[in-house]
T-cell receptor, first 114, second 111 residues
Framework: SAVISQKPSRDICQRGTSLTIQCQVD?????MFWYRQQPGQSLTLIAT?????????ESGFVIDKFPISRPNLTFSTLTVSNMSPEDSSIYLC???????????FGPGTRLTVL | DAKTTQPPSMDCAEGRAANLPCNHS???????VYWYRQIHSQGPQYIIH???NNETNEMASLIITEDRKSSTLILPHATLRDTAVYYC????????????FGTGTRLQVFP
């Protein structure tokens, strides 16, 4: 398994501001992902965080709104920019230690935008 | 990746087996069936996965039909702690490891 921590665990933000969420893993992993879970909904993949290069975004998500960094094999950040109430969600990072194996999820960051 | 269809909700009495069905009629030969669950306010947890043979681990059993168009996750002795949303996901093993979640089945285990 993998031990994954996310900071902050929750936050309440004003519209128009930005929040950066951190994801830290206890050991090196090959793949890191960011998901969003809107209230009462399933998980939606935002992007794959690529180490040392630009993230790969899914349809409907853009870098200007959700910039992602992954400077090494154990750490990634997701920024939610210019927030609106529609961005209120749980944001989760997940990792795969070796390609083809099971994916482990962090505890999530609960974001509320007023 | 193929789409999956699951019932939105199910109930199960504590101590009884919970059988959660999943339809994946468009699955292709190189796609695996994965099951995850999400207990309220937590990140999803991996349960089990399989290709065509039945699989069992300490958490559950996975039964895949011979034509692979459907599968059933079995929790042999459900407990109250098994109350969660269960997701059935089909993924090609050579793919980029990303998971596409459907709507899942909300399992309620009652005393």
């Amino acid at each position: 398994s993998a031990v994954i921590s996310q900071k902050p665990s929750r936050d309440i933000c004003q519209r128009g501001t930005s929040l950066t969420i951190q994801c830290q893993v206890d050991s090196q992993v090959t793949m890191m992902f960011w998901y969003r879970q809107q209230p009462g909904q399933s998980l939606t993949l935002i992007a794959t965080a690529n180490q040392g290069s630009e993230a790969t975004y899914e349809s409907g998500f853009v870098i200007d709104k959700f910039p992602i960094s992954r400077p090494n094999l154990t750490f990634s950040t997701l920024t939610v920019s210019n927030m609106s109430p529609e961005d209120s969600s749980i944001y989760l990072c997940s990792v795969v230690r070796d390609t083809g194996n099971e994916q482990f999820f962090g505890p999530g960051t609960r974001l509320t935008v007023l | 990746d193929a789409k999956t269809t699951q019932p939105p909700s199910m109930d199960c009495a504590e101590g009884r087996a919970a059988n959660l069905p999943c339809n994946h009629s468009t699955i292709s030969g190189n796609e695996y069936v994965y099951w995850y669950r999400q207990i309220h306010s937590q990140g999803p947890q991996y349960i089990i996965h399989g290709l065509k043979n039945n699989e069992t681990n300490e958490m559950a059993s996975l039964i895949i039909t011979e034509d692979r168009k459907s599968s059933t996750l079995i929790l042999p002795h459900a407990t109250l702690r098994d109350t969660a949303v269960y997701y059935c996901i089909v993924r090609a093993f050579y793919n980029t490891d990303k998971l596409i979640f459907g709507t899942g089945t909300r399992l309620q285990v009652f005393p």
